[in-house]
């Protein structure tokens, strides 16, 4: 045995960090794990996160000393090896009532150890602790690979989702630290500080106007200004189901966990809007620099104003999704419809063992135009406090969470999506996002269907591009070329 073999040392101190670091993710510790073991690197023995209730140790050998040696050394001793050698050591079973922290210490005390620690859980890290996860979001979020993509990408703060709705439940607890603030403006000043067309708009803005809003509504107060509080309660769904923190122990999870939410009010209290607010609410979203618009509204209309917003909109480097519409016909609304507008409809097919999330919703508009399939029967989303149990809100006992279906619901998985990838590859074109994902897609259950939504192998895809002569980036660190109808294009993105 040897124990002056000072030059192992230092790797081993490194490897050892990043292993109680990744332990650390299935810690509660307050304190942290990772300093305490720097902190005595340079000892003799280091010893990791070890709670005194842990049930399990786990300790390296000494360099030199088998793994096999040591479990025959310290069974000597009068531990209790759990197993054979595991690694580069063994699993030493804590006896009942026993204090882990005292068995760590004699094990740590025994001469033949290089480390001792706690022998904690780990999760695979794509599967976030979100209480309704496991229960309500699995079984539709892996049909589309959504832990697989989370093992890659959970997010950024700098990625902004736009979501032209009904507005949203600021308050809520799975979504109040995912607001995009604008630090341009003053609060409450009755002025448009940043003058951006719209007075106080701290978080969002609100223009469904007085005119044209249902009575009901009682609104009191012209638009634009900054009250997109949501009084319905779709807006808030669609905003979860995009970017509902997650793994942060409080009820689901979103797809992109930490984009931020910018709500943009165009629907009234009963979910119905105008053109004229809605084409106003896309413009506004992308001059706040929003990477994704959210749009889980339709007309019938072919409408010039919606396709010019829509037009501007992409011109500042948005991407705008769209719901395809819940009419169960053939062709798809607008601005679903409309050039370079992701369209998405609804998976979920009701069969005798289940729904089949492969299979196109029975309600979902479908054609040669839908771009996506993309779950949206049963899924669970926010929902504001104050509408549980109202207009058809059922919430869940855990809180303020309920279960929706709709074209509406599904289009925001793929907003997520998008906003996941953004920020993967921050330098390129929204449209070369679109085509990753599109390049990405599962086929249908049957042939002629439109195909599925499949987050992870967007995210997996590898690709080289070359924005300029003589500059060259690459995503993913891969030679395989991205096969799609956009190129790589670095500059004309309106997103920083
Ligand atoms: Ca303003
Ligand atoms: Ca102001
Ligand atoms: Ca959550």
């Given at each position: ?189 009755g ?132 719901s ?27 069969r ?39 207009d ?42 679109v ?21 992870a192998?967007a995210?997996?895809?590898t ?9 060259s ?18 500059g ?5």
């Amino acid at each position: 045995v040897r124990t002056d073999d000072l030059g192992d040392w230092r790797p081993l101190a490194a490897s050892l960090l990043l292993g109680v670091l990744l332990a650390a993710t299935a810690l509660s510790a307050a304190d942290s794990p990772a300093r305490s073991a720097a902190a005595s690197a340079g000892a003799s023995v280091v010893v990791g996160e070890t709670p005194a209730g842990a049930d399990f140790l786990y300790a390296q050998a000494l360099p030199g000393l088998r793994p096999d040696a040591l479990a025959r050394a310290v069974a000597a001793l009068g531990f209790d090896v759990a197993g054979g050698p595991r690694g580069e050591g063994v699993r030493v079973r804590v006896p009942d009532g026993a204090d882990a922290q005292e068995v760590a210490g004699r094990l740590a005390a025994s001469g033949l150890v290089r480390s001792v620690e706690a022998d904690g859980v780990v999760r695979a890290s794509g599967v976030p602790d979100d209480p309704l996860y496991a229960g309500a979001q699995h079984r539709y979020l892996h049909v589309v690979r959504a832990p697989e993509a989370w093992a890659r990408q959970h997010g950024d703060a700098g990625v902004v989702i736009a979501v032209v709705d009904t507005g949203l439940d600021w308050d809520h607890p799975d979504l109040s630290d995912r607001l995009f603030v604008n630090t341009r403006e003053t609060f409450m000043n009755g002025r448009d500080d940043d003058d951006n067309g719209c007075i106080d708009d701290i978080v969002g803005c609100n223009f469904v106007s007085l005119a044209t809003a249902d009575p009901s509504c009682r609104y009191r107060h012209d638009p634009p200004n900054w009250r997109a509080s949501d009084d319905e309660g779709h807006g808030t769904f669609v905003a979860g189901i995009a970017a509902a923190a997650g793994d942060n122990g409080t009820g689901m999870a979103g797809i992109a966990w930490n984009a931020r939410i910018l709500p943009v009010k165009v629907l009234d209290c009963t979910a119905t809007g105008r053109i004229s607010d809605a084409a106003a609410g896309i413009r506004y979203a992308a001059s706040m620099g929003a990477d994704v618009i959210n749009v889980s509204f339709g007309t019938l209309t072919d409408s010039p104003a919606l396709a010019e917003a829509v037009a501007f909109a992409r011109a500042r480097g948005a991407v705008i999704v769209a719901s395809a519409g819940n009419d169960g016909r053939r062709g798809i609304t607008y601005p679903a419809a409309y050039p370079g507008v992701v369209s998405v409809a609804a998976s979920g097919l009701e069969r005798p063992d289940g729904v089949d999330y492969r299979a196109t919703a029975p309600f979902a508009d479908f054609g040669g135009e839908v771009d996506f399939l993309a779950p949206g029967v049963d899924l669970m989303s926010t929902v504001p406090s104050r509408r549980c149990g109202l207009d058809g809100w059922e919430c869940v006992e855990e809180g303020p969470y309920g279960f929706g279906t709709g074209s509406s619901f599904a289009t925001p998985m793929v907003a997520g999506s998008i906003a996941l990838l953004r920020a993967q590859y921050p330098r390129v074109s929204g449209d070369f996002l679109v085509a990753l994902l599109q390049g990405a897609r599962q086929p249908g259950a049957s042939p002629g269907e439109a195909h599925l939504l499949d987050i992870a192998a967007a995210l997996e895809r590898t690709f080289t591009t070359v924005a300029a002569p003589g500059v060259s980036r690459t995503g993913g660190g891969g030679e395989a070329p991205l096969t799609g109808p956009a190129g790589p294009d670095a500059g004309a993105g309106g997103h920083d």
